[in-house]
């Protein structure tokens, strides 16, 4: 058993704060949580207590769409989404061919998602089953849930990057038997967008996710123009964008379809039927000026939605600077972003659009001890601005606009901390 001492929040989904509170953790998972004053009497003489006092500790942040192997495609200058994919995508997915960089890889990408805070993401691997592999083996290791699928690539793509209807089934498949629901880890089938799956290859990734209830499914949709116009002209005979992976079963509530920035009505009330997820992408629309995303108009329509880097197309790892550009985006469509709701979404927001807000999202007992602990006054300008500050939503928002990974003071992963030092 050990003890985290700090300055708690949490949403339930009403923000519940703790100025001077103790998580007590055992097993990975939080057994008590409450004031220090109140615990700390009744606790062993030997524990060891963490002590973050001043610092904000908030469940650890989740991330619903990020790309593995960009790590190396990140700031790559002056193109839209398919120039993008062609120009500088392609060639760097090609590597992880090879085990060994999809090894050095995950590591990299891991040991960075935790330095930005986050402890869960939805993960796109290469179309090498390899390199689900590897993010699976060294998020095992390390204690983390992660959602992870290859993915699946039949046309419209370099011959090195295709596979086919058929081995995409057969290695999809063989991932979901060997990871899905081993230790944290849970499998997304992953047809990449409708441009690059033939219609055997979505009717594959449909009879996967028949055939295994409980995995996820996660795509891209409707994210710029010109990708729009080509998957309308490749399936001609559906209705829109959404309607083709509708007709292939793809849509539900376990399925997350990144960027939804171009949606018709009639596409918007088939997310919302379906209870399908909308990840939005806001720094990566903004960098490959795909478009703002209508944050607004889909709530008011009934769609759930969710936040995610997008990192290689999207401009950073953190979701603090993730939900910061939201805001922006917000703000250019006349409306806003409140602190206390930017941070209700990366946490417990996303979890439960992952169906999983009983085990993580949350600082309660039973969830599992994944925490970000935070700085608010982390660099000079931040500690500047703080001395100005008069409330805790204040702070949230200087977090927000001003913080990144040097707010990161510490991240747990079932309890087990790490700052930039390494473990704690
Ligand atoms: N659409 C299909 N593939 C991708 C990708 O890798 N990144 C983004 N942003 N959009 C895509
Ligand atoms: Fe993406």
């Known amino acids: 058993?050990?003890?985290?001492?700090?300055?708690?929040?949490?949403?339930?989904p009403a923000p519940v704060h703790e100025e001077d509170g103790l998580i007590l953790v055992s097993g990975g998972k939080i057994t008590a949580v409450g004031p220090a004053s109140e615990l700390i009497p009744d606790l062993p003489s030997d524990i060891q207590i963490e002590d973050h006092s001043g610092k904000l500790i908030l469940p650890g942040f989740i991330d619903l769409h990020i790309h593995l192997p960009q790590t190396r495609v990140i700031a790559s200058y002056g193109a839209q989404l398919m120039e993008w994919l062609e120009r500088y995508t392609f060639a760097e997915e090609a590597r992880y061919a090879d085990p060994a960089v999809a090894e050095d890889g995950a590591?990299?990408?891991?040991?960075?998602?935790?330095r930005n805070g986050t402890t869960t993401a939805v993960?796109?691997?290469?179309?090498?089953?390899?390199?689900?592999?590897a993010l699976f083996t060294e998020s095992a290791k390390r204690g983390a849930?992660?959602?992870a699928g290859k993915v699946m690539m039949d046309r419209g793509a370099p011959d090195a990057l295709r596979d086919t209807a058929?081995?995409?089934?057969?290695?999809?498949?063989?991932?979901?038997?060997?990871?899905?629901?081993?230790d944290r880890q849970r499998y997304a089938v992953t047809p990449r967008f409708a441009i690059t799956s033939?219609?055997?290859?979505?009717?594959?990734?449909?009879?996967?996710?028949?055939?295994?209830?409980?995995?996820?499914?996660?795509?891209?949709?409707?994210?710029?123009?010109?990708?729009?116009?080509?998957?309308?002209?490749?399936?001609?005979?559906a209705e829109d964008y959404a309607g083709i992976y509708e007709s292939f079963g793809l849509l539900g509530s376990r399925s997350l379809l990144g960027h939804c920035l171009h949606l018709s009505p009639r596409e918007q009330e088939r997310l919302a039927e379906t209870r399908s997820v909308a990840v939005l992408c806001p720094t990566s629309n903004l960098f490959l000026g795909s478009?703002?995303?209508?944050r607004g108009a889909l709530n008011a329509n009934g769609i759930r939605t969710g936040l995610g880097t997008d990192v290689g197309a999207g401009t950073s790892y953190s979701m603090l600077r993730t939900a910061a550009e939201a805001y922006k985006v917000e703000q250019l469509r006349g409306r806003s972003l409140p602190a206390h709701d930017a941070f209700r979404w990366i946490t417990r927001g996303n979890a439960e659009a992952l169906g999983l807000g009983d085990e993580i999202g949350s600082i309660e007992v039973g969830r599992y001890a994944d925490l970000v602990v935070l700085d608010s006054s982390a660099?000079?300008?931040?500690?500047?601005?703080?001395?100005?500050?008069?409330?805790?939503?204040?702070?949230?928002?200087?977090?927000?606009?001003?913080?990144?990974d040097r707010a990161v003071a510490a991240t747990y992963v079932q309890g087990v901390g790490r700052n930039s030092h390494g473990s704690l």
């Open 1 to 12: 058993m050990k003890a985290i001492r700090g300055r708690l929040l949490t949403y339930r």
């Open 107 to 114: 590591q990299f990408f891991l040991d960075e998602l935790f």
């Open 123 to 133: 993960v796109y691997g290469s179309v090498h089953p390899q390199s689900v592999e």
């Open 145 to 147: 849930a992660m959602i």
């Open 166 to 182: 058929r081995s995409s089934y057969d290695h999809s498949k063989a991932l979901i038997k060997r990871w899905h629901g081993r």
């Open 198 to 237: 033939t219609p055997a290859q979505l009717e594959a990734a449909g009879t996967l996710l028949a055939e295994h209830p409980g995995v996820y499914l996660q795509t891209h949709l409707s994210e710029n123009q010109a990708e729009i116009d080509l998957a309308r002209s490749l399936f001609p005979g």
């Open 291 to 294: 478009g703002l995303a209508d």
């Open 379 to 404: 660099t000079p300008a931040m500690a500047h601005r703080m001395e100005r500050c008069e409330s805790l939503e204040e702070e949230l928002f200087v977090l927000l606009t001003l913080g990144d």
